[in-house]
């Protein structure tokens, strides 16, 4: 039992929360891994969700409400850590849920939509079509959610698969804490914030800007630049790094 006046305590439970999912078969040892890298940058991003998180955050939904077929691609450690909020987002943008997974077996993918329908999702997991010009198992797709979407919210993504999708013209949305990564860099909407962060805001910013005709939504879409917000989130990283430096100096 985690002590909840443990200084590091939301980390400590995110990382039992993990551990746990790889115990029951849903997230791969290699998802434990990947989420120490982006705790990493998590940390010196302050833990906390900042103005150029929310400014994408509200874009990507604009862009889901605007789409004529959008899904929400879930991995393992996206299953185990926002699953109750994955379905509520999709719920309120009338997104489809695909699980889509790297470290691919039937099992394992059988596994995490199991998972899934405890909260209500009814993923797409037939894994009945491929993205042709990806060797990886995530080109594995279902030919009712990903292989015909328009706009694809891709969570902790791996940067071959984002450019295989907007090859295939697909806008592509990244929740992704490293803004030096070749998935930050090659999306089209980048969140760069903590996942547990970034869908319970989107949720917020659906419920508010659901109410907004076509043309108000394509505004918000085309002020946006992606190169921007990944200019002020290596801002936000050095002015958090120079804070630090000074409490030495």
Known sequence: MIPKGHPRYVSLVTRERLVEGFRGGITALEGLIAHGRGEAFDYILGERTREFALKAEKV?????????????????????????????????????????VFHHSKERVRRIADYLSKFGISALCAGDAELKGLSSARRIVDKRGIY??????????????????????????????????????????????????????MIEFAKELRSLNKEELEKIVSEYDNRKILAEAIEGIIEYLQKAKANFD
Request: charged share 25%; glycine share 4%; net charge positive.
């Open 60 to 100: 990507a939904v604009a862009m889901f409400l605007l789409a004529k077929n959008p899904v929400i691609s879930v991995n393992g450690n996206t299953a185990v850590l926002v699953a109750k909020e994955i379905g509520e987002l999709a719920k309120v943008l009338n997104a489809k849920v695909e699980v889509n």
């Open 148 to 201: 015909v979407a328009d706009v694809v919210l891709v969570p902790l993504e791996d940067g071959d698969r984002c450019e295989i999708l907007k090859k295939h013209g697909k806008k592509v949305i990244t929740i992704d804490l490293n803004p030096l990564s070749r998935t930050s860099r090659m999306a089209d909407v980048t969140i760069v914030d903590n996942i547990t962060r970034a869908i319970p805001k």
